[in-house]
């Protein structure tokens, strides 16, 4: 059995019969499904959801767990009375537990607790620093008075591991508190819009019924808020009557109607419509007065994945003879629920208006309405030729979204990132690469272009990044009132003429502006022929969509609640990339090997040390904390920076686009996705007149960089 990374000297491994929690993530299947596959753990409380009722007769909550070799896992309890849970932990206390259930449930790993679990609770305020002779700290048993009290060996282990709790990401009292407020109330107000429903919750929904269908005994009501779901069925445009999914009438065709456009889907179109099955009470009320068109209000909605699988879908069973069915109008009900009608019926509004206006559009356009012959022989025939071009265009294009669907399915791409661009292909890194003729001589030779402006819609992952620390994924610079020009970049000496200029006029020095300034490494993943790698920039206002978060910019050193934000937003894009670079960066600082280079190679200033205090940061360099050299002891200016040149350049101007081959890779454990890529040109210093291209000294290179791609 392996012991945690390491993370500190020192380091006291896990006591006998004790798991890590990146261990249990790797327990096999064959081992899950055996009925007495029980694990020990020990971990530190990240978060806590207070108790609430089920939709049958149990209660819930969970406690979220971290240890150093995982980012959290979650300890499901359940019990029949809310007295019976565990006492409310606090952040940072310490959890030994004996005896729980590895459960791996919609690909998700947690932790269960059965009847023969044993909690024991240490509050993160009575931890003492370390061991005082025959000292007894005030553990908390759960179940009341039952299991062993820590053993010396396990009483160790929890010292040592709560004098190094600083580094793993744990968060602070006040943020715990705030996020088990928040959870309470999700708990008393279970509303939501269909937009934010998840798997395995029960929510209050209001919506629009877009069909109903009677089938053996069940209801099925497909209703519609006008918000979309990407876990919803899609509904196309003029597809909904050729198969089953949203039919009216009755299973056997007794109910039926002689519409043919009625078997139409009606819209909305997209996914932005839930099917609901509901028996008993729910369903003959509302076989009774429900009617298409009708604005409903259904409460206590279990939301999960259908038969359909990937597809989320709402059931209503019996509750108690309760009715969880009425019908919204503005004369009954709360002033809250009117106001959900209002913005639901706006949503509608909007919704239609813009779809009415793309239909015209589209129409006039296969229709080629403009340039209608107004003779009809001719024009009547030649009509006919472009329609039947239209037609056979569309079906083209929608043989190959169909092709594309599937290869994405194939394909296992993460739910947690999102593309622009949907309808535009799928290009191969080793065709990005490829440059683009510019020119050909008498001899048929081509002179390649420097850089292409294109843009490029690709399926990778993310095999390493740069800088190799997260918290200088943000860099500083100096503001200028010369910013609000696009074209200027400031000069040699501008930094220190800024802060001369700033000082004189009383205000003291001018303070950094932050900027997110960071690059990945990817990898093809469209074919298993190709694994080009090429390096992607990530600009601040790129890297402002992809981290998706609502903080701006800052000194992540200082900033640790941001900084813990970004490691999880990061997480969900490159899974363990962090922790296997951080580990290998680690073995290598210890075999006294000095920080292996990015394969962006030396285009970027090493990290430098702290300048004293009142000492001046040097005017060339973009790290904060370097100290002020003599002009001999300064880098040439030819040194590109991080923030001047993109990661694909090196110093002999060839694109870095393929992989260093002499660097061993890092075995990732992350899924694909898609990602837009956009190809550009920098300028960059030349010495050879002969090959500067882009004006006096300096020569065009092409760059690659990430955009319209976001974490959700």
Known sequence: MTSPPTSSPGEIPLPDGFLTLDQIRNIPNSCLREKKSFVNVIGFVKDFQPPYKTGGTDFKCSIEIMDYSDRGMKVNFFEKTEQNMPPPPGAGDVVLMRGVKPQLYHGVMGLLKNSSSEFRFLASENIPKKVLGESNPPWRSYPLGKGRSPTAAEMKYVLWASNHADEIALPSNQEFGVKVVQAMKQNTDKFSLLKDVKPDRYYNILGQVVRLYDSSGTLQVYLSDYTPNSRFHHYAWGEGGKNDVGREGDNFGYISTK????????????KMTIQLTLWDSHASFAREEVKVDDWVNLKNVHVKFGKLGGVLE???????????????????????????????????????????????????????????????????????????????????????????????????????????????????????????????????????????????????????????????????????????????????????????????????????????????????????????????????????????????????????KLLSLVREQLFKLWGDLEELKSERLRQQSKRGKELPPSSLGSEFPASSHPRKPGEMPDADSDVENEPSQPKSAKKSS????????????????????????????????????????????????????SKANAGDGKRWQRAFGLFGTHIV
């Open 638 to 689: 030819k040194s590109a920076v991080l923030t001047e040149r993109g990661p694909n350049i090196s110093k002999s101007g060839i694109v870095a686009g393929s992989a260093d081959k002499s660097a061993p890779s890092l075995e990732v454990k992350n899924k694909v996705f898609a990602c837009c890529i956009r190809q550009y040109g920098v300028k960059i210093d030349e010495d050879d007149p």
């Open 259 to 270: 519409n043919k456009e009625a078997k139409e889907w009606p819209g909305p179109y997209g």
């Open 314 to 560: 709402g059931f209503m069973h019996e509750d108690n003879g309760r009715t969880n069915v009425s019908i919204m109008n503005l004369t009954e009900g709360s002033v809250e629920d009117h106001g959900r009608l209002k913005e639901a019926t706006n949503r509608k509004l909007q919704w239609w208006t813009r779809f009415t206006e793309q239909k015209s559009k589209y129409l006039e356009e296969a229709a080629g309405l403009g340039n209608k012959r107004k003779h009809d022989g001719e024009g009547s025939s030649k009509s006919n030729s472009k329609k039947r071009r239209e037609e056979e265009r569309a079906a083209k294009l929608k043989r190959g979204a169909a092709a594309e669907a599937k290869k994405m399915e194939r394909l296992n791409l993460n739910e947690n990132i999102r593309c622009n661009n949907p309808d535009q292909p799928i290009v191969a890194l080793s065709e990005i690469l490829k440059p683009q003729a510019l020119t050909r001589n008498e001899d048929g030779q081509q002179t390649p272009s420097s850089f292409t402006c294109a843009k490029y819609r690709a399926i990778v992952r993310v095999v390493d990044f740069f800088p190799h620390k997260i918290e200088d994924f943000a860099v500083g610079r100096r503001p200028s009132e010369y910013d609000i020009l696009s074209d200027y970049s400031g000069g040699e000496d501008t930094d220190r003429e800024e802060d001369l200029r700033v000082f004189k006029s009383g205000r003291g020095f001018a303070k950094n502006i932050w900027e997110w300034r960071f690059a990945l490494q990817v990898e093809d993943a469209s074919s298993k022929e190709s694994k080009e790698r090429l390096w992607l920039m990530v600009d601040n206002h790129s890297a402002q969509g992809l981290l998706n978060l609502e903080d701006d910019a800052t000194n992540l050193q200082g900033d640790p």
